[in-house]
C-alpha cells in the first residue's frame, strides 16, 4: 500500500451499467464511505432557511 489506494480502480469499471462497482477494497471512494461517513445533520439548523437568506433575490443581467 506503499503507493496508496486510486479513487477509482479501473477493474472495477462495469460496461453493462457504465458505472463503476462499488469495492471498498480497491475503490478509495467506496472505502472512504465507509471508514469515515458524513456526518449527521445540526440540530436545530434548516438549511433552507440559510439558503433563502444568501439567495439573490433578482438577478441582474
Not at 27 to 33: E, G, L, R, V
Amino acid at each position: 500500500m506503499d503507493e496508496g489506494m486510486p479513487y477509482r480502480d479501473p477493474s472495477t469499471w462495469n460496461a453493462t451499467t457504465k458505472r463503476f462497482d462499488e469495492n471498498p477494497v480497491k475503490n478509495a471512494h467506496d472505502k472512504a464511505a465507509l471508514t469515515a461517513p458524513n456526518p449527521p445533520k445540526f440540530p436545530g439548523y434548516d438549511q433552507s432557511k440559510d439558503f433563502l437568506k444568501y439567495f439573490d433575490a433578482e438577478i441582474y443581467y
